[in-house]
């Protein structure tokens, strides 16, 4: 792959569309493993883990991912995919099989769909990359589908595998249809910042994301990448992460199904002190009394 945003690379969204229409095949033809994670001690910090507040759909483009969970642990491989139910606690470790390793992952964002692939760098972490938004309420709302898929165990066990399977087509088809849709204008600024935005947007939930990791996955210095940021955005990238991680706290604090420090995890903050803190600097309320302020 290359380094840098910089180089030429195929339209995204049509590699996108090949890879989902393969998986329809793959599903039409009876060859298509789905894995459903159990949906076991939700919204809970493990170490080496992280967890989102939406599901997410992950396609195995190359080699294989170890997925470890409170339920255990399973191994996704090439053209298999796996349905992540929201509040699982989950840790990936990528693999090199008889290809080398490669995922294509489909995740919620508040004003569409966030479509983003993943590689494995030298020290075996997985490098998110070539991240699209697919703007739209209906590619956003797709993602109830795999709710449902996650609540499968509410079906007679006879019917499971074809309930599963009419929904994971719904879904695919649901976002192939969005995908071919005209692209929208793209954002202001730069590649580099428009894409460093895309990236960590994906990202907000692991306490791990950093200037320095979003740098590598970018392929340039975390120096170049801080001043460009500086530069173009007026705020540091670093001031711009909790900034947004505290925008995505305030939408999730009127979720009344998860607590203060569930809502801290679920968008990256380490501890529930730590959370607070930043979001006192940025809302000038606590996380408590922004809660009880909307429910009014």
């Not at 202001?188 to 320095?212: F, I, M």
């Not at 995890?265 to 607070?276: K, Q």
């Amino acid at each position: 792959m290359p380094a840098s945003v910089h180089a030429t690379r195929p339209d995204p969204r049509a590699e996108f569309e090949r890879d989902l229409s393969r998986t329809l095949e793959r599903m039409h033809a009876g060859r298509l493993r789905v894995h459903v994670a159990p949906e076991i001690d939700l919204r809970r910090p493990r170490p080496g883990a992280h967890f989102h507040p939406t599901p997410e759909f992950f396609i195995q483009t190359g080699g294989g991912t170890d997925f470890v969970c409170p339920g255990g642990a399973f191994r996704v491989r090439t053209g298999d995919v796996c349905v992540m139910p929201r509040g699982v606690p989950h840790a990936e470790t990528p693999r090199d099989l008889r290809t080398p390793y490669g995922i294509l992952v489909c995740m919620h964002r508040s004003d569409g769909l966030y479509l983003h692939r993943g590689r494995a760098d030298p020290a075996r972490r997985i490098q998110g990359y070539g991240t699209t938004l697919v703007p739209g309420t209906r590619g956003r709302d797709a993602l109830r589908y795999l709710d449902d898929i996650a609540a499968r165990d509410n079906v007679p066990r006879s019917g499971q595998k074809r309930y599963t399977e009419a929904l994971v087509e719904a879904f695919l088809l649901t976002v192939l249809g969005e995908l071919q849709r005209p692209a929208q204008t793209a954002p202001a600024g730069s590649a580099l910042v428009v894409e460093t935005e895309k990236l960590a947007h994906t990202h907000l939930a692991d306490p791990a994301l950093s200037v320095a990791a979003l740098a590598k996955g970018l392929g340039c210095t975390p120096d170049h990448l801080s001043r460009r940021f500086h530069r173009e955005r007026g705020v540091t990238l670093n001031t711009w992460i909790r900034r947004e991680r505290v925008r995505a706290a305030q939408e999730l604090l009127t979720d009344s199904r998860y607590n203060i420090a569930e809502v801290g995890w679920a968008c990256g903050f380490a501890t529930p002190s730590y959370f607070i803190r930043v979001f006192r600097e940025h809302t000038g309320l606590t996380p408590r009394l922004f809660r009880a302020g909307q429910a009014r």
